[in-house]
C-alpha cells in the first residue's frame, strides 16, 4: 500500500509541477536551490528599472523584440553614452555566515553589437574582478567567482562602459550568493608510517606510528617505548613538511594518550597539544589531582614514566594549507592581483644603520591595475596618509608571491630597502649609485591566518644621506612602486569527469605507447636499429636488434622514476604466422623483447608495446 501511495504521489507532483512553478513569480525562482542575496533587489528586471542605477546612458526595459532574451517576464537594456559611465544594481549587506565564503556574482547578458562594457563586483568604493563581456547573439552568463569580504560589508553588481559610445546589451536574471559551481573534495588517504623525533623522554624504542589526512586534519595512531624522561619541555615532530592551521591561534588539547599500566607512577594519561604554525607537538598531564594545567606544556619527566609504552587513542589537528579543498570550474579558480603606487608618491628618510618605516604621504595615489578573485588590496596606511605598503585579508591560508618593483634613490652611500610584514624580512636590496634606481623585491609569502595583513617598504642607509622612494613626477613619469600577488599554493583537486581515468597512486601515473616495425610499415624488424612508426610523445630514444627476434627498447631518462609495468602484441599478420613475445629486465631504462614462431624458435616480428609506471 505504502508503495502504491508513493506512486500516485510521485505521478501527481510530474503532473503538477508545470503548474506549481506558474504560480511562483519571478522574484520567487530567484530564491530557489541557492538563495540569491539580490532577490528582493530586482534581479530579473520584473519590476522595471527599480533598484537599478545608472550614471548615464539610457536604462529601459523590454518584453519583445531583438534585445529581449525570453527569460521571464522582461530583461533590462542599457546603451551608455560615454565612456565611464555605471550601471549598478543596489548594494546587498554581506550576511556574517557568507563572509569569506566563495561567491558568485553573475548576470545572464546579451551582447548583439560587440560592445567592450565590463561587468565588475561594487563594493561601495572600489570596482574590482572586472572581466569583459563577450559578444554573439546567443545570451551567455557572465560569472565572476571570488571570496565575500567581511561580515557587515556590502557588494553589488555592476557594468562599466570603455568606449566612448557602447552598443546597447540586455541584462537579466542577475545573482549574488554562494557559488553554486563548487563540491565539497575532502580527500581520506591511506595510512602512512613515519618515525617522529622526540625530545625530553629519553631514547625512544619500538615506534610503531603511521599517519593519514582526513579532509583538512591529520590524524596520527600507534605506540612508542619512552626512555628515562628528562626535565626538558618534551616534544614530537609531525610528519615532515607539515605543520599545525586552524583558526585556533593559541595553544590548545588536540589529541591524548594512554601509558602503560605496568608502569610505576600515578599518571598513566597524556594530552597532547598543538600550537598554530608549530610542526611539533607539546605534551601535558591528562589525569585527576595532579597541580599542573592541562593546556601547559610541560617536561618529559612531568608527563612520562620511565620506559613506559604509550598509545596513542586519539589525534586529529588542522594543518596549515589542507583547508577543505573544493572541484572547481578551472577558469574561476586563479587568485591574483597587481597595482601600483604612483609617481605623486614621495617617502624619504636619513635613518642610518637600521631599517625604519618612511613616514605617510597625504598626496600619494594608489590605484588597481587588475584584480582577479582577489578581494580588496588597499595601501597601507599611518595617521591616515599613505605610506609604501599593502594591506588585504586573505580569503584563504597557503603561498602567495608577492613582487614589488621599488623605484628609489640615494644622495650619499648605501640606500636600503626591504620587504617585511613587520616580522618576516621577505626580500632586501641595495643601492651605490646615486639617482634613481629600481629594486625588484619578490619572495614566496606563507599566509597562516586568514586576517589583516601588511605587506611595507622600509629603508635606510649605511651612511649620512637621504634616502627617498618614488617622486619621479618629470615627463616621462615612473611608478613609485608597483605591486603584484599571485597565489600559487592553490591546491586544486581535478574533478571527476565523465570518461577519465584515475588511479589510487599516491603519485603520478605516466602511460606510454609505440608501434615497432622493420624499415616499412607492416614489415618485421631484421635488422638493426628497428623503426618507431608511432609513439606518444618521444619516450623511446632507440629500438635495437641484437640477434633473431632480439630487441633492446631504450626509454629516455626521466620518463619512469621506477620500473614500469608494459605488455606488448606481436602482428601476426606482418609476421607471416602467429607469434609468442616475451619480456624480460623491465626498468625505468628500458627492456627486453624476445619474440618467437609458433614452433618455440626465435623469429623476427614486429610489435605494439603499451607501458604505465610511475613518473
Not at 537594456?77 to 566563495?102: C, K, V
Not at 574590482?128 to 546567443?138: D, E, F, L, M, V
Not at 622526540?198 to 625512544?204: A, R
Not at 621506477?562 to 606481436?570: D, E, G, K, M, Q
Request: charge should be neutral; proline fraction near 4%; include cysteine.
Amino acid at each position: 500500500m505504502k508503495n502504491i501511495f508513493n506512486l500516485f504521489l510521485f505521478t501527481g507532483l510530474i503532473v503538477l509541477a508545470p503548474h506549481v512553478r506558474a504560480a511562483f513569480t519571478e522574484p520567487d525562482r530567484a530564491e530557489i536551490v541557492f538563495k540569491n542575496l539580490l532577490k528582493e533587489n530586482n534581479p530579473g528586471f520584473e519590476n522595471a528599472t527599480g533598484k537599478w542605477t545608472s550614471s548615464g546612458g539610457t536604462l529601459a526595459v523590454v518584453s519583445s523584440g531583438t534585445n529581449f532574451m525570453g527569460i521571464g517576464n522582461a530583461n533590462a537594456t542599457w546603451d551608455s553614452s560615454a565612456s565611464g559611465q555605471t550601471l549598478t544594481s543596489s548594494s546587498i549587506t554581506i550576511p556574517n555566515g557568507y563572509a569569506g565564503t566563495n561567491g558568485l556574482w553573475r548576470c545572464k547578458v546579451m551582447n548583439l553589437s560587440g560592445a567592450t562594457t565590463t561587468m565588475g563586483t561594487w563594493d561601495g568604493t572600489t570596482f574590482s574582478n572586472a572581466i569583459a563581456i563577450n559578444p554573439g547573439t546567443t545570451p551567455k552568463y557572465v560569472e565572476i567567482a571570488a571570496p565575500f569580504g567581511s561580515s557587515a560589508t556590502t557588494t553589488a553588481i555592476r557594468f562599466t562602459s570603455v568606449a566612448s559610445n557602447e552598443p546597447l546589451i540586455s541584462i537579466d536574471d542577475c545573482y549574488i550568493g554562494q557559488n553554486f559551481n563548487l563540491s565539497s573534495v575532502n580527500p581520506i588517504t591511506d595510512w602512512v608510517v613515519y618515525t617522529p623525533t622526540f625530545v625530553g623522554v629519553g631514547t625512544v624504542t619500538s615506534i610503531n606510528m603511521e599517519w593519514r589526512r582526513v579532509g583538512a586534519n591529520l590524524e596520527i595512531r600507534g605506540n612508542f617505548t619512552n626512555g628515562t624522561p628528562t626535565g626538558t619541555t618534551a616534544t614530537m615532530t609531525l610528519p615532515t613538511g607539515l605543520s599545525i592551521g586552524g583558526g585556533v591561534t593559541t595553544i590548545h588539547a588536540c589529541g591524548r594518550g594512554e601509558q602503560d599500566s605496568t608502569a610505576t607512577g600515578s599518571n598513566k594519561g597524556f594530552i597532547a597539544l598543538c600550537t598554530q604554525g608549530q610542526n611539533t607537538i607539546n605534551f601535558s598531564i591528562d589525569g585527576t589531582g595532579v597541580a599542573f594545567s592541562p593546556i601547559v606544556a610541560q617536561t618529559g619527566s612531568t608527563v612520562f614514566l620511565t620506559s613506559s609504552k604509550s598509545s596513542w587513542q586519539q589525534f586529529s589537528v588542522p594543518i596549515l594549507g589542507w583547508a577543505a579543498n573544493s572541484a572547481v570550474r578551472a577558469d574561476t579558480t586563479p587568485q591574483s592581483w597587481s597595482g601600483i603606487h604612483d609617481s605623486d608618491c614621495l617617502w624619504s628618510t636619513t635613518t642610518t644603520g637600521s631599517y625604519v618605516d618612511f613616514a605617510g604621504d597625504s598626496t600619494c595615489t594608489f590605484t588597481q591595475k587588475t584584480n582577479t578573485n582577489f578581494g580588496t588590496v588597499a595601501s597601507a596606511t599611518s595617521a591616515g596618509n599613505n605610506i609604501p605598503g599593502i594591506v588585504w585579508t586573505p580569503s584563504k591560508l597557503g603561498t602567495y608571491f608577492v613582487c614589488a618593483n621599488v623605484s628609489f634613490a640615494a644622495s650619499a652611500n648605501s640606500g636600503r630597502v626591504q620587504l617585511t610584514d613587520g616580522t618576516i624580512v621577505l626580500a632586501q636590496g641595495t643601492t651605490t649609485v646615486t639617482g634613481s634606481n629600481a629594486q625588484l623585491l619578490c619572495s614566496p609569502y606563507i599566509v597562516s591566518s586568514l586576517t589583516s595583513t601588511t605587506l611595507k617598504i622600509q629603508g635606510g642607509l649605511s651612511g649620512a644621506g637621504t634616502e627617498q622612494i618614488g617622486g619621479n613626477t618629470a615627463a616621462p613619469t615612473v611608478h613609485s612602486i608597483e605591486w603584484s600577488i599571485v597565489a600559487t599554493g592553490q591546491g586544486l583537486p581535478a574533478p571527476l569527469l565523465i570518461g577519465s581515468v584515475t588511479s589510487n597512486t599516491s603519485g603520478v601515473e605516466r602511460i606510454e605507447r609505440a608501434a615497432i616495425a622493420g624499415s616499412t610499415i607492416g614489415s618485421s624488424c631484421s635488422s638493426t636499429p628497428c623503426t618507431i612508426y608511432n609513439q606518444s610523445s618521444s619516450w623511446i630514444s632507440s629500438v635495437t636488434r641484437s640477434a633473431t627476434g632480439v630487441y633492446s627498447i631504450t626509454a629516455n631518462a626521466g620518463t619512469w622514476s621506477s620500473s614500469p609495468v608494459c605488455t606488448i602484441s606481436l602482428i601476426g599478420s606482418g609476421c607471416g604466422q602467429i607469434r609468442l613475445g616475451t619480456m624480460s629486465n623491465i626498468m625505468s631504462t628500458g627492456t627486453e623483447i624476445d619474440s618467437y614462431s609458433t614452433t618455440g624458435s626465435a623469429a623476427d616480428c614486429l610489435f605494439n608495446i603499451i607501458c604505465m609506471g610511475p613518473r
